[in-house]
Nanobody, 122 residues
Framework: QVQLVESGGGLVQAGDSLRLSCAAS????????MGWFRQAPGKEREFVAA????????TYADSEKGRFTISRDIAKNTVYLQMNSLKPEDTAVYYC???????????????WGQGTQVTVSS
């Protein structure tokens, strides 16, 4: 029932910015935590950032801290990832996910989007 749709990816140069969006439907208003993950070719999926739906507390992976900002619009059932100062190593498919089971930022995600490609050239 829950559906997550990412958008906003694209091809950019190092130093540029992108804002990713994740639109949720199907009762995700009650999600406890929303997260962003990414997966580069040949690598495991890794955590990027997460936000508590109620209250908006956030956490980030060390590699993105200071460059990325996660936020949400409760009225729009949408979570965003603002990415600044992009680096080639940020190239990956970015996925959003919903955790409706716990307040864990890093696990217990049961719903995933299809992903949006971000490519950063140098």
């Amino acid at each position: 029932q829950v559906q997550l749709v990412e958008s906003g990816g694209g091809l950019v140069q190092a130093g540029d910015s992108l804002r990713l969006s994740c639109a949720a439907s199907g009762g995700t208003f009650s999600a406890l935590v929303m997260g962003w993950f990414r997966q580069a070719p040949g690598k495991e999926r890794e955590f990027v950032a997460a936000i508590r739906w109620s209250g908006g507390s956030t956490t980030y992976a060390d590699s993105e801290k200071g460059r990325f900002t996660i936020s949400r619009d409760i009225a729009k059932n949408t979570v965003y990832l603002q990415m600044n100062s992009l680096k080639p190593e940020d190239t990956a498919v970015y996925y959003c996910a919903a955790n409706k089971r716990s307040f864990n930022y890093f696990a217990d995600y049961d719903y995933w989007g299809q992903g949006t490609q971000v490519t950063v050239s140098s």
